[in-house]
């Protein structure tokens, strides 16, 4: 039997739930989308002018939508929500485990379990579950087990529609996606999703799979990508050390049609809430089903991901020590326009340098220093927070850029330098300084891949 979605619950209200949400109730004005979170801080965000994440265009589109067919409310708040919802998606975090089987690899499914049982517990009729955090391989089995359990009564079909948007393009992502994937076992549930995004989304680009295909794919483009970065950072340093270029190499590389130019840029090493934990999630499934050969590759490319990261603190952490050993960061977020720092590079740096004894003066475009205060494994005694670029490079004797902030390319290296430790030395992490205008200024500059 077809079935028509009007209404639409998205359980949490984070980094993908919220602009999901906000886009499909932007393009969708016949649909009703409510978005429940346990957080009432974060709810109580999304319903004022502050925003709880920044992402390029979102604000706009929240304050079209919401009050019109968009709401932001909390889970307490949230029963007849699920009651009246005719697909429920599940945006919930799933961290990599901490403790019991599979810790430190495995994803923690336990907040998707939380929603699942909620769910169970207040769904109506016919309700579509639809898994779109990224879930480890058949953990929709455990979603049905739970919904089957349920006293309500609701029947259920499970979908997994992975969502592939990136921080920082998030919207444009959603608006104009290269392809939304839909696995399920149900044709007419398949379809019911697919009309959702046929709102906007070509027909031609909405692709459908089973469960488990999908829930894999997720997994393996995310590892695929992680591949790519580790790969031209392992160029990298293979350029430094034979004065080759790796922008130059990369754009040799992107111009095969087989190997494409994205998705190539060197860097100080990949973060975000994605990669690793994900590339850690197919490991463990690898490991599950005996496949050590596969599960020592995906390992490889997170070793040389922490190896980048480390060599280039390293550098920047000797030449600091020589000198008077105050170091400033520009740069905290794990990429460009995003406020969000989870698994940046930024903290194993500084976390690095703070461990070599040397004083921090950290900045960002967007970062909250309270927040990212709380990853520093010594405490904060030798670090400040500094609200200008200019108040961080006072007196430093090593500056390192972590970040590829726009406004870190256009930095005038001629006043820095004369405020700056004298013989201060600039270590670009993310090769997007003017080397040129920093060298011609007067300071030793150290740029990823450059020989
Ligand atoms: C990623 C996937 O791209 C997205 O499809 C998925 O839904 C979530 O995970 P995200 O982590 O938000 O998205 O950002 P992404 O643009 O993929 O960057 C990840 C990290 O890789 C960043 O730290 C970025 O700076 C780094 N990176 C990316 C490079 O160092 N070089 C590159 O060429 C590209
Ligand atoms: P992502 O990057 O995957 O969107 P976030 O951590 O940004 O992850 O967001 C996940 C959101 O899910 C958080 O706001 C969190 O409060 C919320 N959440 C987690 N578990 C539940 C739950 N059982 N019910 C409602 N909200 C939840």
């Known amino acids: 039997m077809k079935r028509r979605v009007l209404n639409i619950a998205c359980i949490g209200a984070g ?5 999901t949400m906000a886009v499909i109730a932007d393009r969708c004005p016949d649909i009703s989308v409510t978005v429940v979170d346990l957080n009432e801080a974060r709810i109580a965000a999304w319903n004022s002018d502050a925003l709880p994440i920044y992402e390029p265009g979102l604000a706009e589109i929240v304050k079209r939508t919401r009050g019109r067919n968009l709401r932001f409310i909390t889970q307490a708040e949230g029963a007849a929500a699920i009651a009246q919802a005719d697909a429920v998606f599940i945006s919930v975090n799933t961290p990599t485990k901490t403790q019991g089987e599979g810790a430190g690899k495995a994803s923690d499914l336990s ?26 391989v058949r953990a929709a089995d455990t979603i049905k087990r739970i919904l089957a359990n349920g006293k309500g009564g609701a029947t259920f079909h499970v979908l997994s529609n992975p969502e592939f948007l990136a921080e920082g393009t998030a919207i444009r992502d959603l608006e104009k996606p290269d392809r939304v994937l839909i696995g399920g076992e149900d044709p007419d549930s398949i379809e019911a ?91 463990y499934l690898c490991e599950f089903y005996q496949l050590a050969g596969p599960a020592a590759y995906w390992q490889g490319v997170l070793d040389i991901n922490e190896w980048q990261k ?29 406020n969000d720092f989870r698994e940046s590079p930024a903290i194993d ?60 390319a256009k930095l005038d290296w001629s006043a820095l330098f004369a405020i700056a430790a004298h013989g201060a030395s600039v270590f670009d992490g993310r090769a997007v300084i003017d080397r040129v205008a920093a060298r011609a200024a007067g300071f030793k500059v150290y740029s990823v891949g450059k020989g």
């Open 310 to 338: 480390h060599r280039i603190a390293e550098l920047a952490a000797a030449h600091a020590r020589r000198n008077g050993g105050i170091v400033a960061i520009l740069g905290l977020a794990f990429k460009k326009d995003t």
């Open 15 to 19: 980094y993908v739930g919220g602009p």
């Open 193 to 283: 999703l697919a009309e959702v995004y046929r709102h906007w989304v070509p027909e031609k680009a909405i692709l459908r799979t089973g469960l488990w295909s999908a829930e894999l794919s997720k997994l393996a483009a995310n590892a695929f990508l992680a591949q790519r970065v580790s790969s031209i950072n392992a160029i990298s340093a293979l350029c430094e050390a034979t004065e080759a270029d790796v922008d130059e190499v990369a754009s040799v590389l992107g111009s095969d049609s087989r190997i494409g130019p994205k998705f190539l840029k060197s860097s100080v090493g990949f973060g975000g809430s994605c990669f690793k934990k994900d590339l850690l999630s197919l490991i």
């Open 349 to 408: 740096v500084c976390n690095q340098l703070l461990a070599a004894g040397l004083q921090l003066r950290l900045h960002d475009e967007r970062v909250e220093a309270q927040a990212f205060s709380a990853c520093l494994t010594r405490g904060t005694k030798s670090v400040r927070f500094c609200g200008s670029i200019d108040e961080a490079v006072e007196g430093a004797d090593a500056i390192l850029v972590l970040t590829e902030w726009d406004r870190y």
């Open 111 to 136: 907040y998707v379990e939380s929603c699942a049982r909620y769910i169970a517990d207040h769904a109506t009729g016919h309700t579509l579950v639809i898994e779109k955090s990224t879930m480890p």
